[in-house]
């Protein structure tokens, strides 16, 4: 089992920044490869960006390449999303998401194992 918390959201200025965090607890971190998801109203879940078990490969959508990097610490089993630049596109619920089979996760959400509860990111013109 684990438990994954996002925090770091909040209201931000079109062209801001903002660097979301995505605590892991129990079983060991770096058996997981970790994504970001988000989900906009009214709109489906959409793969952001993943990170494989080692940090060493990652992966982004083409909506947010350039401008959004992921990365992890395994030794505090925290995952991060440093997103800059940003747009009233980006505003949406993001979660973290865990991966126990792959080295690096895929943009199916269906395939991971475990999800956060979410962390409201809204960005205002």
């Known amino acids: 089992q684990v438990q994954l918390v996002e925090s770091g959201g909040g209201v931000v200025q079109a062209g801001g920044s903002l660097r979301l965090s995505c605590a892991a607890s129990g079983r060991t971190f770096t058996s997981y490869a970790m994504s970001w998801f988000r989900q906009a109203p009214g709109k489906e879940r959409e793969f952001v960006a993943a990170?494989?078990?080692?940090?060493?490969?990652?992966f982004y959508a083409d909506s947010v390449k350039g401008r959004f990097t992921i990365s992890r610490d395994n030794a505090k089993s925290m995952m991060y999303l440093q997103m800059n630049s940003l747009k009233l596109e980006d505003t949406a619920v993001y979660y973290c998401a865990a991966d126990g089979r792959r080295y690096l996760g895929s943009k199916t959400g269906d395939s991971y194992d475990y999800w956060g509860q979410g962390t409201q990111v809204t960005v205002s013109s």
């Open positions: 990170v494989s078990w080692s940090g060493g490969s990652t």
